[in-house]
C-alpha cells in the first residue's frame, strides 16, 4: 500500500514541470506501470483522487498504462507475453528466460497548458534562457509546441 | 566525508537541504527520492566496507530465528548488527540484543515496509566502522519491500514450509527481487502434507529466477552450513569488489523504475488564464 508515496511524488514532478514551463495547469498525465512493477493502478488512481486538489494537477485525468510482463527466451531467443507468475517460453517451454518488459514504472507524458502569450513568450526564450528547458520541450514532438501556437 | 548523512564533502547536506536531493532533474521514476537516498545508504555502507542484507519474508516465517542461528555460527568471524523493522514492540530486537550485537529498532507504526529514509537515520545510529555484516530485518509483508531500495547490498527472501510451497506464484513482484531464497522449518516437513521442496522451487524458476534455494531449520540449525557458506562467499565477493573500489548490487536491478524514455511534454495553448474549462 505504497501508492500514496508513489502519487505524492508524482504529483511533486508534476508541480515542478508545471513550474518550470509557467503551466497555467495540467490536463493529462499517463504513467505507465507494468504488471511486474508492484503497484495496485486502482489504488494509485484513488490516491491521486485524495491528493490532487490544490495542485497544479487538480483538473488533470491520469491515464494508468498498464505493461504487459514480456520475456526473451535464452534457449530459442524468442519474445512472448507471459502471466506475471508463468515467466516461462511458451513455446519451447525453457524457464531460462529474461524480463524485458512488465516492471515499467514512470511518468511518461504530461499535457501541459500554457496561456497563449506565456507560451510565445516561453518559445522565444527557451533556447537561450534554459538549455534544459529547450531539451524537454524537444522531447514531445507530437504535441503541440509553442511555436506551433505561436503561428495560428 | 560527510558523518552525518553521507553525504559527500562537496556536496550540502541531505539533511539540511531537501533541495540537494531534488537537485537532479531526472523525471519519471516515481521513487525519485527514495533511490537518491538509497545510494547515499549504499555509499555510506561502502566507506565503511559494511556488507548489508536484506531480509524478507511474510510475519511469521523465522526471520528472526534465522537472524539468532545465524549469529551464533558466524559473530567470531564477523562484527555482525541487525536492523529491526517492526510495525510494534521491540520484542524482536530484544532476542538478537541478547546475543550480544548491536540492534537498532525501527517501529514504523502504520507503515508497512522500510524505506531508504528510515535505514538513513539507523545507519547514523549504528557504529560502521566497527562491522562487517549488517542485516536488516524488513516489515513482515510480502508486498511492499519489494519496491524499495534501502542502499543495501543484498536481496534474501525467506519462505516457511507452514506458508505453502506457492507463496513466489503468489508474490512474484517480491520473489523476484531474491538473490537467495531460503525455505525455513523444514523440521515441520514431516507433518506437512502439502509443501513440497520441489513444488517450491518450480514454484521461482516460473518467475526467471536463478537465485540460489537452501532448506534449513533455524529451530534445530539442522542443513544450515550451505546459508552459511553463502553468506561468507557474499562477504568475500563484496570485499574483493571493494578492494577494486566497486560496490555490490541487489542482482534484480530496481532500475525498471528509471526513465527509458524521457518525460514526454505536451503543450496545450489556452487563451484564458483559467485552468481546465
Known amino acids: 500500500?505504497?501508492?500514496?508515496?508513489?502519487?505524492?511524488?508524482?504529483?511533486?514532478?508534476?508541480?515542478?514541470?508545471?513550474?518550470?514551463?509557467?503551466?497555467?495547469?495540467?490536463?493529462?498525465?499517463?504513467?505507465?506501470?507494468?504488471?511486474?512493477?508492484?503497484?495496485?493502478?486502482?489504488?494509485?488512481?484513488?490516491?491521486f483522487a485524495i491528493l490532487r486538489p490544490g495542485t497544479s494537477a487538480e483538473h488533470a485525468e491520469l491515464v494508468l498504462e498498464t505493461i504487459p510482463a514480456r520475456i526473451r527466451c535464452r534457449s530459442c531467443g524468442r519474445e512472448s507475453e507471459c502471466r506475471v507468475n508463468h515467466l516461462l517460453c511458451p513455446i519451447c517451454k525453457s524457464t531460462d528466460a529474461v524480463l524485458i518488459a512488465g516492471e515499467e514504472m514512470w511518468l511518461a507524458q504530461i499535457e501541459l497548458l500554457q496561456r497563449r502569450a506565456d507560451s510565445m513568450l516561453l518559445g522565444d526564450l527557451a533556447g537561450i534562457s534554459s538549455p534544459e528547458?529547450?531539451?524537454?520541450?524537444?522531447?514531445?514532438?507530437?504535441?503541440?509546441?509553442p511555436r506551433e501556437g505561436r503561428s495560428s | 566525508m560527510c558523518g552525518t548523512c553521507g553525504c559527500s564533502e562537496e556536496s550540502v547536506h541531505l539533511n539540511e537541504n531537501r533541495a540537494a536531493i531534488l537537485a537532479p532533474p531526472t523525471y519519471g521514476n516515481l521513487?525519485?527520492?527514495?533511490?537518491?537516498?538509497?545510494?547515499?545508504?549504499?555509499?555510506?555502507?561502502?566507506?565503511?566496507?559494511v556488507l548489508a542484507l536484506n531480509l524478507m519474508s511474510a510475519p511469521g516465517s523465522g526471520k528472526t530465528s534465522l537472524l539468532e542461528a545465524?549469529?551464533?555460527?558466524?559473530?567470531?568471524?564477523?562484527?555482525?548488527?541487525?536492523?529491526?523493522?517492526?510495525?510494534?514492540?521491540?520484542?524482536?530486537?530484544?532476542?538478537?540484543?541478547?546475543?550480544?550485537?548491536?540492534?537498532?529498532?525501527?517501529?514504523?507504526?502504520?507503515?508497512?515496509?522500510?524505506?531508504?529514509?528510515?535505514?538513513?537515520?539507523?545507519?547514523?545510529?549504528?557504529?560502521?566502522?566497527?562491522?562487517?555484516?549488517?542485516?536488516?530485518?524488513?516489515v513482515g509483508n510480502l508486498v511492499c519491500p519489494a519496491s524499495f531500495d534501502l542502499g543495501h547490498h543484498r536481496n534474501v527472501v525467506?519462505?516457511?514450509?507452514?506458508?505453502?510451497?506457492?507463496?513466489?506464484?503468489?508474490?512474484?513482484?517480491?520473489?523476484?527481487?531474491?538473490?537467495?531464497?531460503?525455505i525455513n522449518k523444514t523440521d515441520l516437513l514431516p507433518f506437512l502434507d502439502d509443501f513440497s521442496i520441489v513444488r517450491a522451487t518450480d514454484s521461482l524458476r516460473n518467475l526467471a529466477s536463478h537465485a540460489p534455494m537452501f532448506s534449513l531449520s533455524a529451530k534445530t540449525g539442522a542443513d544450515l552450513q550451505p546459508w552459511l557458506d553463502w553468506l561468507e562467499e557474499q562477504v568475500a565477493g563484496y570485499r574483493a569488489l571493494h578492494g577494486q573500489g566497486k560496490t555490490l548490487r541487489p542482482s534484480f536491478p530496481l532500475d525498471h523504475r528509471k526513465n527509458r524514455a524521457p518525460t514526454e511534454l505536451r503543450f496545450i495553448p489556452v487563451t484564458s488564464g483559467t485552468a481546465l474549462g
Not at chain 2, 74 to 85: C, F, K, N, T
Request: aromatic share 2%.
Open chain 1, 1 to 47: 500500500m505504497h501508492e500514496l508515496s508513489l502519487c505524492q511524488e508524482l504529483l511533486e514532478q508534476v508541480e515542478q514541470l508545471a513550474r518550470q514551463h509557467a503551466a497555467v495547469g495540467v490536463s493529462r498525465i499517463v504513467v505507465r506501470i507494468g504488471m511486474l512493477a508492484g503497484v495496485e493502478p486502482e489504488l494509485l488512481q484513488s490516491a
Open chain 1, 133 to 145: 528547458a529547450n531539451r524537454d520541450r524537444t522531447a514531445g514532438s507530437e504535441g503541440a509546441s
Open chain 2, 31 to 49: 521513487l525519485r527520492l527514495n533511490d537518491l537516498q538509497a545510494e547515499r545508504n549504499r555509499q555510506l555502507l561502502d566507506r565503511s566496507r
Open chain 2, 70 to 138: 545465524t549469529i551464533r555460527a558466524l559473530q567470531d568471524s564477523l562484527r555482525i548488527a541487525v536492523i529491526e523493522g517492526d510495525l510494534e514492540t521491540e520484542n524482536d530486537a530484544l532476542r538478537i540484543r541478547a546475543l550480544g550485537v548491536d540492534v537498532y529498532q525501527i517501529t514504523t507504526g502504520t507503515a508497512c515496509h522500510l524505506d531508504a529514509r528510515l535505514i538513513s537515520r539507523a545507519l547514523q545510529d549504528l557504529d560502521l566502522e566497527r562491522l562487517d555484516l549488517l542485516f536488516i530485518e524488513n
Open chain 2, 158 to 182: 525467506l519462505l516457511a514450509t507452514t506458508e505453502g510451497d506457492d507463496k513466489p506464484a503468489k508474490y512474484p513482484v517480491l520473489f523476484r527481487t531474491a538473490d537467495v531464497v531460503v
